[in-house]
């Protein structure tokens, strides 16, 4: 034998029959718009309760020409880094506050694929879906291009993004990754050092707006840049590791080593303990980026701080405002970064060469 149960659905019709009102009078009070009088409302908040309703959110998204999600696109990556991920939850708090909810979805297109021509994500095809969309990880000109022609608000990270750097003048969060390699060049001077090497593929913009950063602190000390710059197809770890190879063969080393980013200098960090070279009274240590997974290393990483919470929510924020007033175009953002003085930078105490020999 079998049972059925029918569960009865509570409607609008019968929360406006049991306060002796009418549907638009309910949908007043329960979306906050127009004028209802404090009894009346009273009474469909007490037929609310009484009947355990509950409004229909999709219903409420037609109604209001809006889905209320934003997308989280990380563009062109195999796999996320806790840089991103911080920066997705930043967002995700961020646009809670405000009553929308965050989807994530990875990405990987063609720089050189026509904007009409992308095969988009079927979240942003289907119109209605997402209201606007962030933009992190690496990002082209015809993507922006293909979300403007679908009429899809977004802002993006400007740091990874791969372009002409007008296409960043509107629309775009950015950190000041010049200077801040710049001050990390200015604190291993004030410790002393003459010979800092910078270990980066200068080729990927990013880290060439770094060594520009480097080069300045260095010319206005007199001194000449060198480190290791190719453009080697590896991992960031690898090319931290074959760089440091590269420098432990010079005939004087370097007393500090500056990693364009936190994975190349953990390279640098893995190569330097295999040959015992001691971090940092042989040869300090510099990243970039204030990576949580390399916080393991002790001593630990001096590095240079983006913020990535704030990134996030001044994305976020930067998105709510385009949706508040569609077609809006806001003036990019530049923010400050700061040096974190760590364990693994030490002032300079005697010949690294001799030392390590």
Same mark, same amino acid.
């Given at each position: 034998?079998?049972?059925?149960?029918?569960?009865? =659905?509570?409607?609008?019709?019968? %929360?406006?029959?049991?306060?002796?009102?009418?549907?638009? #009078?309910?949908?007043? =009070?329960?979306?906050?718009?127009?004028?209802?009088?404090?009894? #009346?409302?009273?009474?469909?908040?007490?037929? %609310?309760?009484?009947?355990?309703?509950?409004? !229909?959110?999709? $219903?409420?998204?037609?109604?209001?020409?809006?889905?209320?999600?934003?997308?989280?696109?990380?563009? !062109?990556?195999?796999?996320?880094?806790?840089?991103?991920? /911080?920066?997705?939850?930043?967002?995700?708090?961020?646009?809670?506050?405000?009553?929308?909810?965050?989807?994530?979805?990875?990405?990987?297109?063609?720089?050189?694929?026509?904007?009409?021509?992308? +095969? @988009?994500?079927?979240?942003?095809?289907?119109?209605?879906?997402?209201?606007?969309?962030?933009?992190?990880?690496?990002?082209?000109?015809?993507?922006?291009?293909?979300?403007?022609?679908?009429?899809?608000?977004?802002?993006?990270?400007?740091?990874?993004?791969?372009?002409?750097?007008?296409?960043?003048? #509107?629309?775009?969060?950015?950190?000041?990754?010049?200077?801040?390699?710049?001050?990390?060049?200015?604190? @291993?001077?004030?410790?002393?050092? /003459?010979?800092?090497?910078?270990?980066? !593929?200068?080729?990927?913009?990013? @880290?060439?707006?770094?060594?520009?950063?480097?080069?300045?602190? @260095?010319?206005?000390?007199?001194?000449?840049? $060198?480190?290791?710059?190719?453009?080697?197809? =590896?991992?960031?770890?690898?090319?931290?590791?074959?760089?440091?190879?590269?420098?432990?063969?010079?005939?004087?080393?370097? #007393?500090?080593?500056?990693?364009? !980013?936190?994975?190349?200098?953990?390279?640098? $960090?893995?190569?330097?303990?295999?040959?015992?070279?001691?971090?940092?009274?042989?040869?300090?240590?510099?990243?970039?980026?204030? /990576?949580? +997974?390399?916080?393991?290393?002790?001593?630990?990483?001096?590095?240079?701080?983006?913020?990535?919470?704030?990134?996030?929510?001044?994305?976020?924020?930067?998105?709510?405002?385009?949706?508040?007033?569609?077609?809006?175009?806001?003036?990019?953002?530049?923010?400050?970064?700061?040096?974190?003085?760590?364990?693994?930078?030490?002032?300079?105490?005697?010949?690294?060469?001799?030392?390590?020999?």
């Amino acid at each position: 034998m079998c049972n059925h149960f029918h569960i009865a =659905v509570v409607t609008i019709r019968d %929360v406006a029959r049991e306060a002796g009102v009418s549907t638009a #009078t309910v949908s007043r =009070v329960l979306n906050g718009s127009g004028y209802v009088d404090r009894a #009346t409302a009273e009474r469909v908040r007490s037929a %609310v309760a009484r009947l355990g309703y509950r409004p !229909n959110v999709h $219903w409420k998204r037609l109604a209001s020409n809006s889905s209320e999600t934003v997308c989280f696109l990380l563009g !062109n990556r195999t796999v996320m880094n806790s840089m991103q991920m /911080r920066m997705l939850m930043a967002c995700e708090r961020a646009l809670a506050e405000a009553g929308y909810d965050l989807a994530f979805l990875c990405f990987r297109y063609s720089p050189d694929t026509p904007p009409g021509l992308l +095969e @988009l994500p079927r979240l942003l095809r289907h119109q209605g879906a997402v209201d606007g969309v962030i933009l992190a990880g690496v990002h082209h000109r015809n993507l922006r291009e293909a979300l403007k022609s679908l009429n899809l608000p977004h802002v993006v990270l400007g740091n990874t993004f791969l372009g002409d750097e007008r296409d960043l003048e #509107t629309d775009a969060v950015i950190y000041d990754d010049v200077a801040g390699a710049y001050e990390a060049t200015q604190y @291993l001077l004030r410790l002393g050092h /003459r010979r800092i090497a910078f270990v980066g !593929n200068t080729a990927l913009p990013w @880290l060439n707006r770094r060594y520009r950063g480097y080069c300045e602190a @260095l010319g206005r000390a007199g001194l000449q840049p $060198w480190g290791v710059t190719a453009a080697w197809d =590896v991992s960031n770890i690898e090319f931290g590791q074959l760089a440091a190879c590269e420098l432990l063969r010079e005939a004087e080393w370097p #007393t500090a080593i500056f990693g364009g !980013n936190d994975e190349i200098a953990a390279g640098v $960090w893995k190569e330097l303990v295999k040959r015992r070279v001691r971090i940092p009274e042989q040869i300090s240590l510099m990243g970039f980026g204030d /990576r949580e +997974e390399f916080s393991i290393l002790e001593p630990p990483l001096a590095s240079v701080s983006v913020f990535q919470d704030r990134l996030g929510a001044e994305l976020a924020r930067m998105l709510l405002e385009k949706l508040r007033k569609p077609g809006l175009q806001l003036p990019s953002l530049k923010l400050p970064c700061k040096v974190l003085e760590r364990g693994s930078c030490g002032p300079v105490s005697f010949d690294a060469k001799e030392e390590g020999s």
